[in-house]
């Protein structure tokens, strides 16, 4: 018999069973730890390729956007289609207008133009009675066919059009040309 009140050492097993025990949820917490780290890597690298799916879906709905603005001008009742050719600062550039007369609006093709610097844009011109109007401006990073929209044309009709064309400006655009003419062409009457 123990005397009441008086403290005894645990027995050795129990010192090794706290052992044990400590010693298998130190390495549970371990790999706890390992497997949340794990699982935060794959959490980012999926939070990466949701942005990059989230961007190539905004490329996605902006090249759509723009192929059915082609569709809807090439749709329409009446369009009338002027071939542009490259000149001496591009010879192998090209380009077609492709525009609706009622709705003043058009597509603009382009293909072998340099790409623009950064400081410059190229900008359509309608001309009428040897005057340039201005139509908008553009810019081309690559040399793959590109397209455009063309809205609010100021002259639509082919008999008042003596020709289109595109030059090389100053970003934003200019009033009058200031730059070469890299394309241009005439209407078939």
């Known amino acids: 018999n123990r005397p009441t009140g008086s403290r005894t050492k645990p027995p050795a097993r129990i010192s090794l069973a706290v052992g044990f025990f400590t010693a298998v949820f130190s390495l549970f917490a371990l790999r706890l730890l390992g497997t949340i780290d794990e699982q935060n890597k794959q959490l980012v690298a999926l939070q990466t390729g949701k942005q990059q799916l989230q961007t190539e879906l905004i490329a996605l709905k902006d090249e759509l956007t723009r192929k059915q603005e082609l569709l809807n001008v090439l749709a329409s009742k009446r369009i009338e289609i002027t071939v542009m050719n490259g000149l001496k600062p591009s010879p192998v550039a ?92 005439s209407p078939k009457l």
């Open 94 to 185: 090209y380009g077609k207008i492709i525009w609706d007369p009622e709705k003043r609006t058009a597509i603009l093709q382009v293909s072998n133009l340099p790409p623009v610097p950064s400081d410059k844009d190229y900008q359509l011109w309608v001309i009428k009675d040897k005057k340039p109007i201005s139509a908008g401006v553009f810019a081309v990073s690559n040399t793959d066919a590109n397209y455009f929209k063309v809205e609010n044309l100021a002259v639509t009709n082919p008999k008042e059009i003596g020709a289109f064309a595109v030059t090389l400006e100053p970003k934003g655009g200019v009033p009058q040309p200031t730059g070469e003419m890299y394309i241009a062409g």
